[in-house]
Nanobody, 121 residues
Framework: QVQLVESGGGLEQPGGSLRLSCAASGSIFSINSMGWYRQGPGKEREVVATITSDGRTNSADSVKGRFTISRDNAKNTVYLQINSLKPEDTAVYYC???????????????WGQGTQVTVSS
């Protein structure tokens, strides 16, 4: 019923930039919070940044000043601008959203399939 599809990952050199996108589609009535998570090699999944429906953001200390989350509510899309990439940013980045599905009176939490970001020279 609902699908989150990430794009924009890839191989980038240290100090470079990437912009990740995640588009939600399907029988969506509304989307509450959206966020980005990542899971590095041998590590647990961790939250990177979140954004509410009215634009309030929160981000992990490790990415403050380098990562910026934003969203376009008209497009049901959330973005993650990643600057000053470091090798330790290498991870699979996942999109997450709390949303209401048409015809259902409860919040559904949904995940994307992930997009690989590799930072290496």
């Amino acid at each position: 019923q609902v699908q989150l599809v990430e794009s924009g990952g890839g191989l980038e050199q240290p100090g470079g930039s990437l912009r990740l996108s995640c588009a939600a589609s399907g029988s969506i009535f509304s989307i509450n919070s959206m966020g980005w998570y990542r899971q590095g090699p041998g590590k647990e999944r961790e939250v990177v940044a979140t954004i509410t429906s009215d634009g309030r953001t929160n981000s992990a200390d490790s990415v403050k000043g380098r990562f910026t989350i934003s969203r376009d509510n008209a497009k049901n899309t959330v973005y993650l601008q990643i600057n000053s990439l470091k090798p330790e940013d290498t991870a699979v980045y996942y999109c997450n959203a709390d949303l209401k599905v048409i015809g259902y009176n409860y919040i559904v939490n949904s995940w994307g399939q992930g997009t690989q970001v590799t930072v290496s020279s």
